[in-house]
């Protein structure tokens, strides 16, 4: 369409030339209508070669779409071809599967039938079998059965018999080796020979003249000074000694500061002993508290609310079989701290547990409950940590243990305790203890020697094992612990071991 415009264009371009050369002519100007057909030509010319060249563009551009269009068409052939092959291969490979099933199926109907065939067999063989048994046995299965189940009805019923008196034993050795514990617990606060020595304070008088004045007229003074401080003074031969008298060690230490004030002050009567008690409770008031911080420094222990510290500072005056239970309980905080370090435990927790572990024993003569108990009230109510907590009411195991920690306050209590020279005790009561010891031991039938070790904590047995056999063993130690229990005092525990050997002996010659 172009061209076609192109060309009218030429033509009419050619028809103005020559109207333009007519013109001219017909003017008379010869150059000019020679000039008019050159130019007609030339436009003529230039139009020709304008659309020969549209001509051969548009033949370019679709020969270059129909290439394009032919290798289209070529690549969704390849396409389609690729796509059947793998039709073909995915249907090969379902004909091989369905051929792989109808074998299998056969031969699981093959194997079907030959277990039919053989459950057949084993069941005929087995009612054959049960025919020539109860032929032999001279029984039916029925009376077989109920025979079994006498049998075995019996077996059970020995058997939960042996088991059920095996557990009462074990529920009373128990139940008398715990009660015997809260007995000696209770005999170590109240009964006299344990506690002799640490519920007694003694004050020294210049003369035997001062008796006199202490007991007063009619004994008014002596009266006045038990109704302040809740101590009994005991004034008897013994010469230049007045003896203080009480459970309270707090108490007995302020009934003896007041007694040495008014002592050393001469007058000694109801009104005065009033003011000197009421001045030695705030000295030992402030003892206390001193003694608590004090604490807390050698044990390197922290930020305690100052009520725990004062009820700490009264262990000062607390003593158990001689050791005195402030210095207790720092060297316990030291052990357990160390022992912490090294199995890789909480150490400031282990630390703290050791240092208030025997916190109840400064209030559990005031208060109901064992001092692990109380101990552990106390902690809790005074913000201490619960993993602490724990440590102090898990110490004497009346709480199972839940952590490392508080096995380790365990450990180290225990330490602190037995550790020689850590209660007293002469060295004539210790032989006489290790001596009873090995006489109980020997006491018993069977026995072939005895030797009492670690400081009298374990007694060591050698039986006869001709006399003695191993379940003898057993009981021998149950009953020689039983006996130390009923007829010794003594700290701590006592391990009972019984050695049983057999030796073979011959000579070569």
Request: aromatic share 2%; with cysteine; net charge negative.
């Amino acid at each position: 369409m172009e061209a076609l415009i192109f060309v009218m264009g030429g033509v009419i371009a050619f028809l103005l030339g020559a109207g333009v050369v007519y013109f001219v002519t017909r003017q008379g100007a010869g150059s000019i209508l020679q000039q008019a057909r050159e130019e007609a030509r030339l436009v003529v010319e230039d139009a020709e070669n304008r659309a020969r060249k549209v001509d051969v563009d548009e033949t370019q551009q679709l020969l270059a779409r129909r290439e394009e269009l032919e290798a289209e068409i070529k690549e969704r052939r390849n396409e389609l071809s690729r796509a059947e092959r793998r039709l073909e291969q995915r249907e090969e490979t379902v004909d091989r599967r369905a051929e792989n099933l109808e074998r299998s199926e056969q031969s699981l109907r093959d194997r079907s039938a030959g277990l039919e065939r053989s459950e057949a067999e084993i069941d005929q063989l087995r009612g054959e079998a049960r025919t020539e048994l109860e032929r032999v046995a001279g029984l039916t299965i029925e009376e077989a059965r109920e025979q079994l189940l006498e049998r075995l009805d019996s077996e059970l019923r020995d058997e939960s018999n042996r088991r059920v008196r095996s557990m009462e034993a074990a529920t009373r050795n128990e139940a008398d080796v715990r009660s015997r514990k809260i007995l000696a617990t209770v005999m170590q606060r109240i009964t006299s020979e344990v506690t002799a020595e640490t519920t007694v304070s003694v004050v020294p008088i210049p003369s035997d003249e001062i008796k006199g004045r202490i007991i007063g007229r009619e004994g008014r003074n002596i009266r006045a000074f038990e109704a302040a401080t809740g101590c009994d003074l005991i004034i008897d031969d013994t010469p230049e000694v007045v003896t203080v008298s009480g459970f309270d060690p707090v108490r007995r230490e302020i009934a003896r500061t007041a007694l040495a004030r008014l002592i050393q002050d001469g007058r000694i009567q109801p009104t005065r002993i009033e003011d000197a008690v009421d001045k030695a409770r705030s000295e030992v008031d402030k003892l206390i508290e001193e003694a608590g911080k004090q604490a807390l420094v050698d044990a390197e222990v922290t930020n305690l609310h100052p009520e725990i510290v004062r009820t700490l500072g009264r262990l000062r005056y607390r003593y158990s079989y001689g050791q005195n239970q402030l210095r207790h309980c720092i060297e316990t905080s030291w052990l357990a701290a160390a022992l912490a370090h090294e199995i890789g435990a909480n150490v400031e927790i282990a630390r703290l547990g050791g240092l208030l572990h025997d916190l109840g024993k400064a209030v559990d003569r005031e208060m109901e409950g064992t001092h692990a108990r109380l101990g552990a009230d106390i902690a809790k109510r005074f913000g201490v940590p619960r993993e602490v907590v724990h440590c102090v009411e898990a110490h004497h195991e009346e709480v199972p243990p839940e952590t490392v920690e508080a096995l380790v306050v365990i450990c180290a209590d225990a330490m602190s305790g037995s550790r020689p020279g850590a209660r007293r005790e002469s060295a004539e009561e210790y032989i006489k203890r290790l001596e009873a010891l090995e006489a109980i031991a020997n006491s018993f039938d069977g026995v072939d020697q005895s030797f009492a070790v670690q400081a009298g904590r374990e007694v060591r047995i050698i039986v006869k094992p001709d006399r003695v056999d191993d379940l003898g063993a057993s009981r021998l130690a149950r009953d020689v612990s039983r006996k130390i229990e009923e007829t010794m005092q003594y700290p701590g525990e006592i391990k009972v071991t019984v050695v049983r050997e057999t030796r073979a002996s011959a000579v070569a010659h």
